[in-house]
C-alpha cells in the first residue's frame, strides 16, 4: 500500500514544506491582514450603500498617478481650480511600473496598481523580516511583520499610492546595504530616487553603514563599490529633473508645482523646532479630534527617533529623522510618509518584545482602527 496515497494532503499543507518556515510565517500574516483589510473594505461600502468598484479605493492622489498613466505629464500647471497644481509633484517610477504592468497583462491601470500594492507590500515584509531578524530578533522581526501588515496606512498600500513601492524599494536597500552588497544597493537607492522626492535621503544610510561599522575590512574593493554605488544614488532624481526641464522648462518643477497647488510652505522661524513643538502641544490641542489623532501620530513619531537614537540604532534613526523634521517643519502633514516605513512599528515590537500582552493591544488597536481608516477612505472624509 502507498502510505503517502493514504496520507490526507491539500495545498495549503503542501505549501509549509516548500516554504521556509519564516517565509510561511510572512505569507500567512500577509494573508490575514488581506482578509481583515478587504472585508473592512465590503462591509463599509454595503454599509454606507456604495457599489464596489475598482475606483472606490482610488481616492485624492490616486487620480494624479491615474492621469500620468493615460495622458503622461502635464505641459503646464492648471489654472483654474487647484491653480498652480500638476502632476509634475508625483514622481514616475510608481506609474511607469504600473502603465507596464497593465499594458503587458491587459487589465485595468487601477487593478495593476492594486495588485502591485500588494506585491510589494509582501516584498517588503519579506526583507523587512531577514533584516530586522539578522539585526535584532526573531521575535522583533514577527511581530514588526504583523504590525506593518494590519496597520491603517494599508488604505495607501492597497491603492495607487506610492507607498508598497517606496517601502519595498527602501527595505531592499537597507538589507543590501548592511550586508555590503554596495552596487545592488546602489541601484535600488537610485530607484528610490524616482519613486518620492524623499528618496535621494537613502544615501544618509549608506555612509552611517560604512562610517559606523567597524566589524569589516575596508579593502580597496570594498571602497571602490562603496563609492560607485554613492554615484548612482542621484541618477533617478537627477534623471526626472532633466526629464521636467525638457518638458516645463524648469528643473525643480515638482517642488514649485507641490508649492504653488498644494500650499506647501516652511517655517522660517530659525527656532522652528520650538515652534512647531508649541504649536503640536497647544495650538491644536483643542482641535478636532481627527486633527489631535493626527498629531498624536506625529509626536509618536519624535519619540521613535529620540527611542531610537537613546539605543544607538542610527539606521532606524536615519530613515525616520528627516521625514519627521520635514513635518514639524511644514504646512504639509506627511503622516504616511513615516507611517508607512518600519522604524515605527519596529519600536512598538521591541517595547512589546517581552511583553506579550502589549503586542496583542498594539494589534487589537491596529484591527479596531482599520475599519475605520477604511469608512473614512472610501467616503473621501479621510486624511491625504
Not at 570594498?222 to 537627477?238: E, M
Request: glycine share 6%.
Amino acid at each position: 500500500m502507498n502510505h503517502n496515497l493514504a496520507r490526507p494532503s491539500s495545498f495549503i499543507s503542501s505549501l509549509k514544506y516548500r516554504f521556509s518556515p519564516e517565509l510561511w510565517f510572512i505569507i500567512k500574516a500577509f494573508l490575514i491582514s488581506r482578509v481583515l483589510y478587504y472585508s473592512a473594505v465590503l462591509v463599509v461600502t454595503y454599509a454606507k450603500g456604495l457599489e464596489f468598484k475598482l475606483r472606490i479605493l482610488c481616492q485624492y492622489d490616486c487620480g494624479w498617478y491615474k492621469s500620468i498613466t493615460a495622458h503622461g505629464y502635464m505641459t503646464t500647471a492648471l489654472t483654474e481650480g487647484q491653480i498652480g497644481a500638476a502632476n509634475w509633484a508625483f514622481f514616475p517610477l510608481h506609474p511607469l511600473v504600473v502603465k507596464a504592468v497593465s499594458d503587458l497583462t491587459r487589465i485595468h491601470v487601477l487593478s495593476a496598481a492594486y495588485l502591485l500594492g500588494n506585491l510589494f507590500l509582501l516584498g517588503s515584509l519579506i526583507y523587512i523580516y531577514k533584516y530586522i531578524s539578522e539585526n535584532f530578533s526573531d521575535n522583533a522581526a514577527r511581530y514588526t511583520v504583523f504590525l506593518i501588515a494590519l496597520s491603517p496606512v494599508n488604505v495607501y498600500f492597497t491603492s495607487f499610492y506610492t507607498e508598497s513601492l517606496f517601502l519595498f524599494l527602501s527595505s531592499a536597500t537597507i538589507y543590501y546595504v548592511t550586508q555590503r552588497r554596495w552596487i545592488l544597493a546602489g541601484v535600488l537607492g537610485s530607484l528610490l530616487g524616482a519613486t518620492r522626492n524623499t528618496g535621494f535621503l537613502v544615501g544618509l544610510i549608506f555612509i552611517a553603514v560604512y562610517v559606523f561599522n567597524k566589524d569589516w575590512k575596508r579593502e580597496d574593493a570594498q571602497v571602490r563599490n562603496f563609492l560607485f554605488s554613492l554615484s548612482l544614488l542621484p541618477l533617478g532624481l537627477f534623471s526626472y529633473m532633466i526629464f521636467l526641464h525638457y518638458r516645463t522648462g524648469d528643473f525643480l518643477a515638482f517642488y514649485h508645482t507641490h508649492k504653488a497647488g498644494w500650499g506647501w510652505t516652511q517655517n522660517k522661524s530659525p527656532l522652528w523646532i520650538v515652534d512647531s513643538l508649541r504649536w503640536l502641544l497647544h495650538g491644536e490641542i483643542f482641535g478636532p479630534m481627527s486633527t489631535k489623532v493626527l498629531h498624536m501620530v506625529l509626536i509618536v513619531s519624535c519619540f521613535a527617533c529620540l527611542y531610537f537614537l537613546l539605543k544607538k540604532r542610527y539606521i532606524e534613526l536615519i530613515v525616520l529623522l528627516p521625514i519627521t523634521l520635514f513635518t514639524l517643519n511644514s504646512t504639509l502633514f506627511a503622516y504616511r510618509y513615516f507611517l508607512g516605513l518600519y522604524p515605527i512599528y519596529l519600536m512598538f515590537a521591541l517595547l512589546s518584545e517581552k511583553r506579550k500582552w502589549l503586542f496583542r493591544t498594539f494589534l487589537a488597536c491596529e484591527v479596531a482602527i482599520m475599519p475605520l481608516a477604511v469608512y473614512l477612505w472610501v467616503t473621501g472624509f479621510g486624511p491625504t
